[in-house]
């Protein structure tokens, strides 16, 4: 299982800003995907999931800012951020728990900031 993440880099704050996710070697649409983020020095922390259905679920800070979403042809997943701030500066990972298994992509840098 491979997951490539991509899109990220600096905005300033207000911004938006997408980031993708590629998956390989597993059946992509009936799994959940899941994104993270990890600040420096803390565990990393769910931030939104979905599921192969289409079900959608946020953490507080970033309900109504971020959608994530998902394209089973192209395998990816998506996390569209807007209104960005400041302390939303993080690595970002996409995530899929497979076979009993966890797998993470290799995290992407989000960085907002004027």
């Known amino acids: 299982v491979q997951l490539q993440a991509s899109g990220g880099g600096l905005v300033q704050p207000g911004g938006s800003l997408r980031v993708s996710c590629a998956a390989r070697?597993?059946?992509?649409?009936?799994?959940?995907m899941d994104w993270y983020r990890q600040f420096p020095g803390k565990q990393r922390d769910v931030v939104a999931t979905i599921t192969s259905t289409g079900t959608t679920n946020y953490s507080d800070s970033v309900k109504g800012r971020f959608t994530v979403s998902r394209d089973n042809v192209k395998r990816t997943v998506y996390l569209q951020m807007d209104s960005l701030k400041p302390e939303d500066t993080a690595v970002y990972y996409c995530?899929?728990?497979?076979?009993?298994?966890?797998?993470w992509g290799q995290g992407t840098q989000v960085t907002v900031s004027s």
């Open positions: 070697g597993i059946n992509f649409r009936p799994n959940t």
């Open positions: 995530h899929v728990q497979f076979r009993s298994r966890d797998f």
